[in-house]
C-alpha cells in the first residue's frame, strides 16, 4: 500500500517537474526573444530585410550600432542591412508583385509596376507620388536589354532572368518619355503597362479603382460600403432592380457605386487594347466600355469626360483621413491618384504592409499598434519608405 502511494506520488511530482520545466523554458525563451543580445538583434534585423546572413563584417558594424553601449543607433544598423542587394531584387520585388495582377500573386515576372516601386523606395522618392509621378524605372542602359515596349515585357523579364541587380541596375525616366502619354496623362503605377494589362483591360475600368483601393488604401470595396450618399453618378450598366428586387440595389449595390463610379470616371479615357496589347489613351474621347450595358437603366449616368468627385469625404468614410488642403474632385488619373495617396488611409496602408512583411505578421496588440501609429506619423512627414522599413525592423529585432 505504501509502495503503490509513494508510486502516485512520485508520477505526480514527476507531472508537475515537467510541467515546470516546460513553463520555464517558455519564460526563458520570452525573455531571451525581448532581451536578446545587440548581436543577435543586429542578425535579426539583417535576416527580416535582406533574407539572407550578413557577412561577419556587416553583422560586427551593424552590432555597434545596435548596441546601447557603443553607437547606440540601430537605425543606421537596418540601412546597412538594406545596402544587400537582396533587399531590392527579393524582398521589395516580392513586396510589390502582388499589386500588379488579380489574384494578388507574388510568383509573376518582374514588370515595370515591380520596378518602379522599387526604384522610388531604393532612391526615396515620396510615396505618395506613388500614384501620380511621370515616372518609370528601366534597366539601365549599359545592360544590354530589350528597349521598353508598350506592347511586351520582354525588358524586365530579361532582367530578372539575367539575375541583374535592381539595387545597381534601375535608372529612373520620366514616364511619358517611354510609354508616349502625356505627361498630364501619367498617373504613377497606374499607369504602367503591368497595371494596364491586369486592370484596364476589357470590363468597365473599376478594377483598376478596386484594385487600386485594395492594395494601396487596404480596403476593398465592401469595407468602404455607403449606401447613404446620392446616387446620381451611378452608371447605366447597374440595374436599378438586380432580380427584380429594388432593395438590393437600394441595400447593396449602391453602397459601392455611389462612391466608386465618380471616382473612376478619372479612368474614362483609358484602356488596354488586347491588339496591340499596350496602354491606350484618348483624350477628350470616353472609352465605349464606359456605355457598356446601357440599357439596364437608361437613366442612369452618362460619363461625358474624366472629371471625377470624391463622395466619400463625407459620411462614414471621412474616417479615410482625406487631405484637407485639396478639393476632392478634378480630372484624369493623376489627380485621382493624389486624391488617394494623400490619405491617412493610404499612409496607415503602407506602413501596415511594411511590418507584415518585416515583422512576419499583423500588429496583435496594443504595443504594435501604437507603434505602427508612431511609424505612421514618420512616414508622413516625407513619405520615405526606407525610413519605413528601418523602423519596422528595429521595432522587431527583439521578437
Known sequence: MKYRTWKRNRHGMGSRLIRLLTVGLVITSLVTAAYAAPREQARRIHDRLAGVPPTDAVLGAMEADVDPGQNNDPIAAAYTAMDNPNFYNVTLKNFAAPWTNRDRN???????YTATVVGMIRDDVPFNTLLSADLL??????????????????????????????????????????????????????????????FFVAGTNRA?????????????????????????????????????????????????????????????????NETTLSIEYTPGTVQPKYFNNDANFPFGFVTPDDSWENYWRVGQNEFLGWDSSRSGMGNGAKSMGEELANSDAFASCQVKKVFRTVCLR???????????????????????????????AVYCMGQ
Request: hydrophobic content about 35%.
Open 362 to 392: 499583423e500588429p496583435e496588440d496594443a504595443s504594435d499598434r501604437a507603434e505602427v501609429s508612431n511609424i505612421v506619423a514618420s512616414f508622413k512627414a516625407g513619405y520615405r519608405m526606407k525610413q519605413t522599413f528601418a523602423e519596422a
Open 137 to 198: 524605372y528601366v534597366g539601365g542602359p549599359g545592360l544590354g536589354l530589350p528597349a521598353y515596349s508598350n506592347g511586351n515585357n520582354n525588358h524586365y523579364e530579361q532582367l530578372e532572368s539575367r539575375g541583374l541587380d535592381m539595387m545597381t541596375g534601375l535608372v529612373s525616366t520620366p514616364q511619358s518619355a517611354v510609354t508616349g502619354l502625356p505627361s498630364t496623362a501619367t498617373a504613377g503605377v497606374i499607369t504602367t503597362r503591368a497595371a494596364a494589362e491586369a
Open 106 to 112: 507574388v510568383f509573376v515576372p518582374l514588370n515595370d
Open 208 to 272: 483598376m479603382f478596386r484594385f487600386t483601393m485594395l492594395n494601396h488604401m487596404c480596403n476593398d470595396m465592401e469595407q468602404v460600403k455607403d449606401i447613404k450618399l446620392p446616387p446620381d453618378r451611378i452608371r447605366q450598366d447597374v440595374s436599378r432592380s438586380p432580380g427584380g428586387d429594388s432593395r438590393l440595389f437600394l441595400n447593396s449595390c449602391i453602397g459601392c457605386h455611389t462612391g466608386m463610379d465618380p471616382l473612376v470616371q478619372a479612368f474614362a479615357y483609358y484602356n488596354f
